[in-house]
């Protein structure tokens, strides 16, 4: 039987990557993303694999309660979560100018969402039966940014929300261990989406200055192979690692 895995925000950008790689790995997808259900989208994926899709909010704790039980009465089980949905603000404004509601609104998308849903999933995971030695019982994946700990003062409540995602993939690496349940952090650098779409001039010019060592946009693709890797299985003796997917970007050179 195929494994069951959620991706939020997987009909689109770096979401659609991970989706699109895990339906080659065999998995069954399960997405939830803000948007009525896209049916060009998700027929094109349908030659990939099965998939599925619930309509909701990551913010809204009563669409998680909703976005799980949907996959569990059509598939059974879960054994992945993939925390991908996320948000910039709708306006990049100096810290000096920064607005409590832009700021509630990432928080509430970027962070505490993907908490309560990790917990809400970790329990339907452990419930599934304890593991065998040696084995897992499942596998959390918390997309966040290179933003987790590089600056940018006219998106503090990004940068903010996303180092909070890397203390929380520590948090629930340490509390899952014993359960047998793997969390990850993958930190996507520039990578070509809508989100990236209005800066494009500037990253275009970031690259050509040999800021990067590959000095290249990265594709979606690039991050669904990362994740594709890590929910593989194939390190049952790894957990609360980050993977960087910015073309060594993270890579201190003089």
Not at 39 to 55: H, K, M
Not at 226 to 236: C, D, E, S, Y
Request: hydrophobic residues 40%; contains cysteine.
């Amino acid at each position: 039987m195929s494994k069951v895995a959620l991706v939020t925000g997987g009909n689109r950008g770096i979401g659609r990557g991970i989706t699109e790689a895990l339906l080659r790995e065999g998995w069954r997808v399960s997405i939830m993303a803000t948007r009525p259900a896209p049916s060009d989208v998700l027929a094109d994926l349908a030659t990939l694999g099965e998939v599925r899709y619930t309509q909701g909010s990551v913010a809204d704790l009563g669409d998680h309660a909703r976005y799980v039980e949907e996959t569990l009465a059509d598939w059974g089980r879960i054994d992945a979560l993939v925390n991908n949905a996320g948000v910039a603000p709708s306006q990049r404004d100096d810290l000096l100018d920064a607005t409590p509601d832009s700021y509630d609104r990432v928080m509430a998308i970027n962070l505490r969402g993907p908490y309560f849903l990790t917990q809400k999933v970790a329990n339907v995971m452990i419930a599934q039966g304890p593991p065998a030695e040696g084995e897992i019982t499942g596998t959390i994946v918390n997309v966040s940014s290179i933003s987790a700990d590089t600056v940018s003062t006219n998106r503090g409540e990004y940068c903010l929300s996303k180092a909070g995602v890397g203390m929380a993939t520590q948090l629930w690496a340490v509390r899952l261990a014993p359960e047998g349940i793997l969390v990850y952090e993958v930190r996507p650098g520039v990578i070509a989406t809508d989100m990236t779409a209005g800066v494009t001039e500037k990253y275009d010019a970031f690259f050509a200055s040999g800021a990067v060592p590959m000095p290249r946009w990265g594709r979606p693709s690039d991050v669904g192979g990362a994740v594709a890797q890590l929910t593989a299985g194939r390190m049952p003796y790894s957990t609360g690692d980050v993977i960087t997917v910015g073309g060594g970007m993270q890579i201190k050179t003089l």
